[in-house]
């Protein structure tokens, strides 16, 4: 029976093609015993770590020369689905010839980069992601279980949610990364707030500093106001180089700005305006317009009206606009 029989085939299109060979084929999967840590010259140590509330497990091996803190060698055991296997993979090569203290740097975002096939291209589907997370707690289990110290010790951000162990930097680098909009897209990414509930709003069994809600706003007022300055810096960088631009880009800005600036004033009175051409007559753009409707026939059109066209144009376009009726 075919796969796409057994299974929609679509979904393996979420799947990296690292991630399936990694399932198929796990290169860093397998133990080390004391004899070969004996024989590689190094101290071996043995992590476990589980999560219960969906049932996979990863158990570490590490052999350290402990001279230099260097990890010699690195495997696992997982106990779990084939994505837990994916990443756990990931993560002892990932581990393999650093140092412990740079070992506990690694983050589940690391895991899950280190399983793309292209940098933009998210390695699992969402509701995997908590995978990378499991393979990213074992790490500072097996650094705590060798420097003698309790694991929470390596934790230097806040962890907002307990059950999945996820960070708040790491729900902050999500939602930026991915463009996240709802809590539920962040539960899909990072696994927060898909077990006991209590991080994703106040109410919950236990009392939060910061919630899933809190940490969403926040991240989406920032990525909104960058935005607009964007937006607001690329005006600006428009506008000053207008001699650079070609006519039409040069008629579209102007263009803009009397829709916004001009045009409704002139619309109020029953009249309006086109734009007939622009001419460069250094040091000047000549601007030829039309008034339309009840304009074409108002003197004011050639004074007072003209004048404040051209006053808005050279603040917001280019300063040596000139603007001449026809």
């Known amino acids: 029976m075919a796969k796409n029989d057994l299974i929609s085939g679509s979904i393996w299109d979420e799947y990296s093609n690292q991630v399936i060979r990694r399932m198929d084929d796990p290169t860093h999967q397998g133990e080390i015993t004391e004899e070969r840590a004996k024989e590689l010259g190094g101290k071996l140590i043995i992590a476990d770590f589980g999560a219960e509330s969906c049932g ?99 934790e230097t951000e806040v962890i907002i949610c307990e059950c999945a162990r996820v960070t708040l930097g790491t729900i902050q680098e999500v939602v930026r990364l991915n463009d996240l909009k709802t809590v539920e897209e962040i539960t899909d990414y990072t696994k927060a707030g898909a077990f006991c509930k209590s991080c994703i709003k106040p109410g919950g069994h236990e009392e939060k500093d910061i919630y899933l809600v809190d940490i969403l706003n926040d991240v989406r007022a920032e990525m909104e106001q960058e935005k607009l300055k964007e937006a607001a810096d690329a005006s600006a960088a428009g506008s000053s180089t207008f001699d650079k631009m070609t006519i039409v880009q040069r008629i579209k800005i102007i263009d803009e700005v009397l829709d916004a600036d001009i045009r409704p004033m002139l619309m109020m009175d029953g009249g309006n305006m086109e734009i007939i051409d622009i001419k460069e007559n250094m040091p000047f753009y000549d601007l030829y317009i039309r008034y339309l409707g009840a304009c074409s026939g108002c003197a004011s059109g050639d004074t007072g009206t003209l004048y404040a066209i051209e006053s808005v144009l050279k603040q917001k376009v280019d300063e040596n606009i000139r603007v001449l009726p026809i």
Not at 100 to 105: G, I, L, P, R, T
Not at 107 to 124: F, S
């Open 56 to 154: 996979d497990a990863v158990r570490l091996y590490w052999c350290i020369e402990e001279g230099t803190n260097k990890i010699l060698e690195s495997k696992f055991k997982s106990f779990g689905c084939g994505t837990a296997i994916a990443s756990s993979d990931a993560m002892a090569e990932l581990c393999e010839g650093k140092t412990v203290d740079e070992a506990v740097k690694i983050t589940n975002i690391d895991v899950e980069k280190a399983l793309r096939d292209h940098p933009d291209v998210p390695a699992v589907p969402p509701q995997k992601m908590h995978c990378s997370v499991m393979a990213y707690d074992v790490i500072k289990k097996a650094a705590a279980t060798y420097k003698g110290v309790d694991m929470e010790s390596f």
